[in-house]
Each structure stands twice: as structure tokens, then as C-alpha cells.
């Protein structure tokens, strides 16, 4: 079963207005990665935010974790037309044999012009 | 830099045939990975490459699936027979390593995807 799970699974907006997805865990984790999917595309790496840290910035990018809850959230702000995209969050687990992601459904976001 | 290059793009086959994909990953890229993602998904990952050698392959069906990654450089995914439930997009992904020795993370290069229809 998948680690993460997004909340919403939908998200539409207006160009301009601030986007937030949510993402929550079962298990620890090392660390967390946020990722977009244009269509028909792969993924790329947006933010990455360690165990050990609360909050981290990138441009319009602002994400939290809170691992009392083993909960995460993206904030897009100022949301432009070429944000649409799907998000996922991915959790890292360290073991012996190294790091896996494990990411979750994702959340399509769609901003209208 | 070049990315993550994939081939090819799109596959249709029909159930019990055979097909393979191919991936070249970031130079210098020591890990690669394989990911399955079915639509409206995430990415699963199916095997994880640490140069030449496995790493992780628990979530790989080895009954039809296989990979290798000979030369620790490109790498093949291949599934033998397909079955209609394999329809999906595989994605291929590099790293600089898996974090195994130093303790960190690396963010995740991923190439454009084999996008497979099984009918």
C-alpha cells in the first residue's frame, strides 16, 4: 500500500490564488520529497524537507512537515496557468540496503487563466 | 546536462507477447530505478540499481519482469508474458547514489516514461 496520501485528490483554482495540498504518512520517515507530473511527462524533483525540519522555502514554494502528525503540506503561491500539473509527496525510509521513495496518489491541480 | 533518456515512448502489444524498455540515465548516475505507475497513481517502485547490482527488487513480479544493468550504465526492463493488468507507464530514474554510505538523499532524475498499452 502507498506511504503518502494526498489530500485533495482534485484541486482547481483561479490564476492567482494560493494552491495547498496535503499530504500524510503512516510510518518515520528520513525525509520527504515533493514532485511534479506535467502530463505525459516524468516527474520532477520540486522540494525536498528533512526529518528534522519544519519548514522550507523555493520561490513560490512553501512546505511544511510536521512529523508529530506525519503530516506535510505544499503551498503554491501566486498560482500561474503552468502550475497545472500533478503533485505527489514521496517518503524516504533508510535501510540497510539504502534509500526507497514511496509516493503517494497525487493531486491534480488545475489552475484556470 | 543531458536527463534521463527512455525508448521508447509508446508500446502497444498484446497479452502474452513480450516487450522491453530501455533506459539511460544521468552520466555519472550511480543509482537508476524502475518505476511502475498505472494511471492515476503514483510511481511503484519495481527494482532499484546501485551500479551493476540490485539493491531492491522486493516489489518486482519476478515471474514476468526482469532487469539488468550490465555495464553499471543503461539498463532494460523487460515483461515476459504481459498481462492486460501491466498496462501502465514505466518511468525510469537516476540519482546520484542511494544514500547507502553517506546517509544522504539525493533528489530523483526521472526520464519521460514508456507509456504501455497491453490489449
Known amino acids: 500500500s502507498q506511504q503518502g496520501e494526498e489530500d485533495p485528490q482534485a484541486l482547481s483554482i483561479q490564476e492567482g490564488e494560493n494552491a495547498t495540498m496535503n499530504c500524510s504518512y503512516k510510518t518515520s520517515i528520513n525525509n520527504l520529497q515533493w514532485y511534479r507530473q506535467n502530463s505525459g511527462r516524468g516527474l520532477v524533483h520540486l522540494i525536498l524537507?528533512?526529518?528534522?525540519?519544519r519548514e522550507k522555502h523555493s520561490g513560490r514554494l512553501r512546505v511544511t512537515l510536521d512529523t508529530s502528525k506525519k503530516s506535510s503540506s505544499l503551498l503554491i503561491t501566486a498560482s500561474r496557468a503552468a502550475d497545472t500539473a500533478s503533485y505527489f509527496c514521496a517518503t524516504e525510509l533508510r535501510g540497510t540496503s539504502g534509500s526507497r521513495l514511496t509516493f503517494g496518489e497525487g493531486t491534480q491541480l488545475t489552475v484556470n487563466p | 546536462e543531458a536527463g534521463v533518456a527512455q525508448s521508447p515512448r509508446y508500446k502497444i502489444i498484446e497479452k502474452r507477447q513480450s516487450v522491453a524498455f530501455w533506459c539511460n540515465p544521468i552520466?555519472?548516475?550511480?543509482?537508476l530505478y524502475w518505476y511502475q505507475q498505472i494511471l492515476g497513481q503514483g510511481p511503484k517502485l519495481l527494482i532499484q540499481f546501485q551500479n551493476n547490482g540490485v539493491v531492491d527488487d522486493s516489489q518486482l513480479p519476478k515471474d514476468r519482469f526482469s532487469a539488468e544493468r550490465l555495464k553499471g550504465v543503461d539498463s532494460t526492463l523487460k515483461i515476459q508474458p504481459a498481462k492486460l493488468e501491466d498496462s501502465a507507464v514505466y518511468l525510469c530514474a537516476s540519482s546520484p547514489d542511494s544514500g547507502l554510505a553517506g546517509g544522504f538523499t539525493y533528489e530523483q532524475y526521472f526520464g519521460p516514461g514508456t507509456r504501455l498499452t497491453v490489449t
Open positions: 552520466s555519472g548516475h550511480a543509482t
Open positions: 524537507i528533512r526529518s528534522n525540519e
